[in-house]
């Protein structure tokens, strides 16, 4: 129950229909002000959006993909925020499907749940071969750009669908996962969780070992959902750079999912990258706190999960739905696209321009006013170039930096396995 809905109203979620309580988190960290990340701009910013190889780290559309069996990811869709016309339209060159159960459903049904996402993975892939290839490494992302296809990758989020075992999780990654986001909304037998109340202190002995397979396994470490103290135990144990594949910056919304000034330093110093997240109550402070007030909100997501029942792209599409015509009647703070663009800003000066990319978590969260879908991504190009940053540090944000994460965390399986 108190994990139907993905990312946003979770924490409401939890209190009022779950009973449990929350944390605050600890204020942000001050400010620091790093150099300003300005060059000049090349005339035009569509141009270098069409260059770059844009990457989207974190993609929810793999529910509506398992329990819609009539959804055609290749037709144009009024709903949702992702299907190929709608990429193509935004130059979106690679997107990881998120292979996601929720936290309460756990052990080997779980694990099957994670098999028939990733089967809808690969079954869109085989259905669409002219839009679609099977990407597992940074070089077959390349490639696909190179070929005009979309990299379809995958990323699992919520380390309990390994059931506690390596043998699972190498399972997992044979068939092709490149990331595991060590917990979701609640903590499993050996992570803590940012949205659950501690209870193993961070990582257990296990999930630093799980830490170690996936560096041996060339998987990458994600640290989004997970509690402060599990992500300072994750970059001790850690050899290679490591993700927040859709997380925002705490200093301008104070919400536990997302990553202090004092953590993205951390992150940039392992080389890591955060992905910012455009769901609207992790882009504003505003918003997030009318968002755990609203008792509107909360009837309606009890309406909806009677109307959705176990099906959880019904519960997000409505989820996203309810919300986005709150923030339309002014029940809800409305929020700009213009505030991702604040949070990539932000990121980059605090964790400097490598360290700062894009984790939509489109499908599975409340997009802000002005990036309905995929479509409207070279809004972003535009925005940044307009505040001084260079075509190549845009390249950066827009796909380079993650896969630059990606072949670090290849060649340090590489060196490994030798
Ligand atoms: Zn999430």
Redesign the pocket.
């Known amino acids: 129950m108190s994990c139907v809905v993905?990312?946003g109203a979770q924490l409401l979620t939890l209190i009022v229909l779950a009973g449990a309580s929350c944390t605050s988190p600890a204020p942000p960290a001050a400010t620091t002000r790093a150099s300003e990340t300005v060059a000049t701009a090349p005339a035009n910013p569509a141009d270098v959006h069409t260059r770059a190889i844009v990457v989207d780290s974190?993609d929810d559309t793999t529910q509506r993909m398992f329990f819609d069996k009539t959804f055609d990811l290749s037709a144009r869709h009024s709903t949702g925020n992702i299907d190929i016309p709608r990429m193509r339209d935004g130059g979106l060159d690679a997107l990881f499907f998120?292979i996601?159960v929720p936290s309460d459903v756990t052990g080997p049904v779980a694990v099957k749940r994670a098999l028939q996402l990733i089967d809808s993975v690969h079954e869109a892939v085989r259905r669409h071969p002219n839009d679609l290839v099977l990407a597992t490494t940074a070089a077959d992302v390349r490639r696909a750009a190179s070929e005009k296809k979309i990299a379809a990758l995958m990323g699992m989020?919520g380390g309990h669908m390994i059931d506690d075992d390596l043998g699972t999780l190498r399972d997992f990654a044979k068939l092709g996962v490149r990331y595991l986001?060590l917990t979701?909304f609640t903590n499993n037998n050996w992570a803590d969780s940012s949205t659950d109340k501690p209870k193993h202190n961070g990582l257990t002995g296990f999930g630093k070992e799980v830490v170690r397979e996936l560096n041996r396994l060339g998987m990458m470490v994600d640290i989004?959902?997970v509690a402060d103290k599990t992500f300072a135990d994750v970059l001790e144990v850690t050899t290679v750079p490591v993700i927040a594949s859709?997380s925002s910056c705490r200093a301008i919304a104070n919400h536990p999912?997302n990553m202090t000034d004092d953590m993205m330093r951390a992150l940039a110093k392992n080389g890591g990258v955060i992905m910012i997240?455009y769901e609207v109550s992790f882009l504003s402070e505003e918003n997030r706190l009318a968002g755990e007030k609203s008792g509107g909100v909360v009837a309606a997501l009890d309406k909806m999960s009677k109307t959705c029942g176990g099906d959880e792209a019904c519960s997000t599409l409505e989820m996203a739905r309810i919300r986005r015509e709150a923030m339309d009647k002014g029940t809800l703070p409305a929020v700009s696209w213009e505030k991702i663009v604040e949070h990539i800003d932000h990121a980059a000066k605090v964790a400097g321009i490598d360290h700062v990319g894009l984790g939509s978590?489109f499908d599975?969260?409340t997009m802000p006013i002005g990036m309905e879908d995929a479509s409207q991504l070279p809004k972003l190009t535009t925005a940044l170039m307009a505040k001084g940053y260079s075509a190549a540090d845009v390249e950066k944000i827009l796909g380079g930096n993650i896969l630059r994460v990606m072949e670090q965390v290849e060649q340090g399986a590489m060196r490994v396995q030798r």
């Open positions: 993905r990312e974190h998120s996601w989020e986001t979701h989004s959902h859709h999912r997240n978590d599975g969260a």
